[in-house]
């Protein structure tokens, strides 16, 4: 039985209060001080750790305002507080040890847009790809680009003045922000833009903090001009440089705003210049024998006058081609006969004249035929891309290189923290081969990606940040690079901001300089109460700036006992890239996040929560082999029972166990796995969740309905003899309440009539027996298939499975059902693993000795044959016998060649059919929709596949009352629009959950892939 951890890092007295008079005084967001979310703000994409006292999620700038007016009450004077977005930033800019106010829950709206005059107007809180995606529709787009489009808020971006690829051409947010409305700290609005000088000298006089930076920076003016370097990325920090235009004859706050990491003031708003979409976009992926080559001819790529110039090393490349990332480009990057691929160029032309953007691509096309002809600079090959689709997809590369690298083997991962150094690009080369040995000279591996053309290359080096000795070879690694960067005119943070590093900053802008900042901070926040230790403190206040070696998540990690780490390794290895973040509900990871907008309920937040549980446990004195186990000791007794009755007890009467903040997080998630392969860590959130639940309830009971979905294998079978019995009793409505309100489920399905067995009476496929097939010589094997049942298809969709029976006789097959064995995912999913490895053992040798008959086995339900795959693997390891279940669409892909002429196609040619693919089967075989559609296409059919993300029902979840709601909103998010865009009859899905929840949510009944094969062939 696991231990009670009923302490928990408090809240202090002073901001308890403040939370209290905040609610009471009109706050319309959200305010969180629980643990568990305090733990998901304490962390965000670099490698620090400091936990906030709270959490506030402001619905608007009045709420905004509020929060800083309670603030300026005199008892609360000490509480400081920082604004965040997406939490993606990779330098701690976002963190710290008072109150985080989240702007990205709920201030996600675009205001305004005007197409005349090129502007949005959006809250802090929207997402550049939702922006982006609101924008595409009218031909515009927001330019500066980045790596976590998908999650980066416009607040996050104007904060640190994000930028990336594209920038020679586009420049950095700054460029793009026409004005801001911020919140300061005594509650004043604050509304910025473009001000003439009589306008200006307006402001100077009525408001201090315009007098204050007019003044200093008009003063200190040719200082400005000789420190700041002549570089596309600029000192991140306060624009001293660009808040006048060259001439003097503007001036523009903004500029000091961009960059400021919530150090100035709340940015609840912002005025966006847009640009029209390029007409043409055409790219080349330049293939190179070293990395060195890569970046030696990156000066003579600049000079094609190109779009931007990305480069990505071979370590990028490799962990690129274990993703499932590599399914979509695998034929844009092909390996070059003869030759190791160490390195690549992106080079990308757009305009709106084809003729002259295609001009330039063709002209370097030539050129490189030419070098390759010579062998100089070590091109070995090169393709190029002329269409949109492809051209995203080497991008979606491209950006998922931060993560994947996260992924390398080993306990030394490549993590952010000089990662975004900038030299002039002429230096580049040079540089680069400095910081190499400089690395090497530590014995460090790293990964290399980033920006050539402006000179910004992102560098991680591989450290284990749990070994206290490679946690300080970090601050030494930093001083040096501080050094190197300066000896070629460069900067530490040419794009990813200061953050924890800004004690470097004094270096970097000089004595004089450096109090100019101060001067300015003290002017928008006296008392250093905005995301202090951030750029520079107030003069005020000589409090130490927040220094590169603080605290680490290692300190934390190397707590939990090694043996543990490994068990729940999924947990372990989150990086916090957080691209389970991602906004869009037509990506299938992670709809619990998607749906609550609360980072509590993502694969990153569910990590940190069960690192820290891990943690806990063995500060309370659970040894490695107790939590290590996947079978626990039960507590049968009845002293055992008894217990656990009064620890539940205890749990309904609010008793604190931290346990129970893991649990709630657990209970949202739908086990649809997609983050298993979605996320370029390879996080597997329902493995982790299944040992978990394992655990918790050797302490707490198991709510009825566990046993009833943990067991349903069992019964399923049974109730399935006399199917219109109990379908009789579950129509009822007083079946239906009693359900409802005693076990917890509802919309229960009806089984299947006929059953699956009495639609095969007198079928040659219910009358072979295993001795049978034994007898038959090989050539007679060639022409059967075993057909594997599972639970849910064979007596809830019986018509699918005996369909799938059908096509097979049609393309002269001689199919086989095989006696339904027991598959145990719903064991897995309720955290049964101790009864769930003895079915999976049983299932497993069941499968492996019909294997022996070397014919091929076929299941059609993804969720259940995927089990045979991943969890069975997992639980069983060594133990997992020597089988393969293949899905319908393997099947088919490996021999609709050698039917394809025995059976006569109808012609389909008026209409097409649309697949709505499964979000297991999607993910964890990101090939199997084009495999689909090529079957389709041999049966004379055109299928399209719909970008949809979870439907809600996975499995049993949408079906626990609980959890109704939000199966519903999930269906509603993508599915149920996607159905409405297509004829309903001519849609498809393969999974069983997917069809249930549409027949129950829209009333309609989908095909299975395979009938609609079915439909469309008919026997010569």
């Known amino acids: 039985m696991i231990p009670k951890l009923s302490i928990s890092p408090q809240i202090n007295e002073v901001t308890l209060n403040y939370l209290k008079i905040l609610k009471e005084s009109g706050f319309t967001g959200d305010i969180d001080s629980s643990y568990a979310s305090r733990l998901t703000m304490a962390t965000d994409n670099s490698i620090y750790q400091l936990l906030p006292q709270a959490i506030l999620f402001p619905r608007s700038t009045d709420d905004v305002r509020l929060i800083t007016l309670v603030a300026q009450k005199h008892e609360f004077q000490t509480i400081k507080f920082t604004p965040r977005g997406g939490g993606t930033g990779t330098n701690g800019q976002s963190l710290n040890d008072g109150i985080i106010v989240d702007m990205s829950r709920h201030m996600n709206k675009i205001l305004e847009i005007n197409l005349t005059e090129g502007w949005v107007k959006v809250e802090a809180g929207v997402v550049k790809d939702q922006l982006n995606q609101y924008l595409k529709p009218h031909d515009y787009f927001f330019a500066p680009e980045l790596s976590t489009s998908n999650r980066a808020t416009i607040g996050g971006m104007i904060n640190t003045d994000a930028s990336g690829q594209g920038s020679m051409v586009y420049g950095k947010t700054s460029n793009h922000v026409l004005g801001v409305k911020a919140v300061l700290i005594n509650g004043d609005i604050l509304e910025t833009g473009k001000k003439t000088e009589q306008e200006v000298q307006q402001l100077v006089i009525s408001s201090p903090i315009y007098h204050t930076v007019y003044d200093y920076c008009k003063e200190h003016r040719q200082l400005i001009l000789d420190k700041f370097p002549k570089l596309n990325r600029f000192l991140t920090g306060y624009d001293l440089k660009h808040v006048f235009n060259d001439n003097l004859t503007e001036f523009d706050l903004t500029r000091i705003i961009t960059g400021s990491e919530g150090s100035l003031a709340f940015v609840t708003e912002a005025k966006l210049n847009i640009i029209s979409l390029p007409k043409y976009r055409l790219l080349i992926n330049i293939k190179y024998d070293s990395f060195q080559s890569a970046l030696n001819n990156a000066p003579f790529l600049v000079q094609a006058d190109a779009l931007s110039v990305e480069t990505v090393d071979s370590k990028v490349l490799g962990l690129a081609k274990e993703d499932i990332i590599w399914q979509s480009i695998k034929n844009l990057i092909t390996d070059v006969a003869g030759y190791d691929m160490q390195g690549i160029n992106i080079v990308e032309f757009a305009g709106d004249d084809y003729e002259l953007t295609k001009g330039k691509m063709d002209k370097l096309c030539h050129q490189l035929d030419n070098l390759m002809v010579n062998h100089t600079l070590g091109i ?180 939990i006992p090694v043996s543990i780490k490994t068990v729940f390794h999924g947990a372990s290895e989150c990086n916090g890239n957080g691209l389970c973040f991602n906004f869009d509900v037509n990506s299938p990871m992670c709809p619990s996040m998607k749906l609550s907008r609360n980072r509590v309920y993502s694969p990153k937040g569910r990590a940190a929560l069960v690192r820290e549980w891990l943690r806990l446990m063995s500060q309370s004195g659970m040894t490695s082999s107790e939590l290590n186990t996947l079978n626990p000791k039960k507590h049968s007794t009845l002293v055992g029972f008894v217990k656990k009755i009064y620890n539940s007890w205890q749990a309904k009467r609010g008793k604190y166990d931290f346990s129970h903040e893991v649990k709630q997080s657990m209970d949202h998630c739908l086990s649809c796995k997609a983050c298993a392969t979605q996320c370029p860590i390879k996080i597997d959130v329902p493995d982790f969740k299944a040992r978990f639940l394992q655990l918790y309830h050797t302490r707490y009971l198991r709510p009825v309905r566990d046993y009833l979905v943990g067991n349903i294998e069992s019964y399923l079978p049974l109730m399935a003899k006399v199917p219109r019995f109990f379908n009789f009793f579950m129509k009822m409505s007083i079946t239906e309440y009693l359900t409802n309100k005693i076990v917890g489920m509802t919309n229960l399905p009806l089984l299947s009539t006929p059953t699956l067995k009495k639609q095969l009476v007198g079928h040659s496929t219910a009358n072979i027996k295993l001795k049978q097939l034994q007898q038959l010589s090989n050539v007679e094997k060639a022409n059967y298939i075993l057909v594997v049942q599972d639970p849910f298809t064979s007596y809830y969709d019986a018509n699918v499975v005996f369909d799938f029976i059908c096509l097979a006789e049609k393309l002269g097959f001689k199919p086989v059902l095989l006696p339904f064995v027991p598959n145990g995912k719903p064991q897995h999913i309720k955290g049964f693993l101790k009864q769930f490895s003895k079915t999976a053992q049983t299932s497993s040798d069941v499968l492996a000795q019909i294997a022996q008959l070397g014919i091929p086995m076929v299941g059609v339900d993804p969720a259940l044959v995927l089990c045979y795959r991943d969890e069975y693997k997992l639980i069983l390891q060594e133990k997992l016998g020597n089988f393969q279940v293949l899905l319908s669409h393997e099947w088919l892909n490996n021999v609709a060649d050698k039917v394809v002429n025995t059976f006569q196609v109808k012609q389909t040619n008026v209409e097409k059919w649309y697949l709505l693919g499964h979000c297991s089967e999607s993910t964890q075989l990101p090939a199997s929709n084009q495999q689909w559609q090529q079957i389709f296409k041999q049966f004379g059919a055109e299928l399209h596949s719909i970008s949809v993300g979870c439907c809600g029902m996975a499995g049993t979840y949408g079906h626990e009352v609980k959890n109704l709601q939000a199966s519903k909103q999930l269906f509603q998010f993508s599915w149920q629009k996607a159905l409405a865009k297509y004829p309903n009859e001519r849609c498809l899905t393969t999974g069983y959950s997917c069809r249930s929840q549409v027949k129950r949510f829209d009333k309609l009944t989908l095909k299975h892939p395979v009938q609609a094969l079915l439909e469309l062939i008919s026997v010569s």
């Open 380 to 559: 070995i090959g090169y393709q190029t891309c002329v269409e949109l689709a492809e051209i995203e997809k080497i991008y979606a590369m491209r950006k998922k290189a931060v993560g994947l690298l996260g992924n390398a083997k080993g306990v030394r991962k490549p993590i952010p923290f000089v990662e975004d150094t900038c030299v002039p690009p002429q230096h580049l080369s040079a540089y680069i081969t400095e910081f190499r040995a400089l690395l090497d000279s530590h014995h460090l591996t790293y990964g290399m990606f980033g920006h050539v053309d402006s000179g910004v290359l992102h560098v991680r080096p591989a450290l284990d940040m749990c070994d206290p000795e490679q946690e300080k070879l970090m601050k030494q690694i930093s001083d040096q690079v501080v050094a190197l960067t300066a000896k070629y005119g460069g900067l530490l943070w040419g794009e990813h901001g200061k953050g924890f590093r800004s004690e470097y900053s004094t270096a970097f802008f000089g004595e004089d300089l450096y109090r100019g900042l101060r001067i300015i901070k003290t002017a928008f926040d006296p008392k250093n109460r905005l995301n202090p230790g951030k750029i520079c403190n107030s003069l005020n206040v000589e409090e130490p700036m927040l220094s590169v070696d603080s605290t680490t998540r290692g300190f934390y990690d190397r707590q």
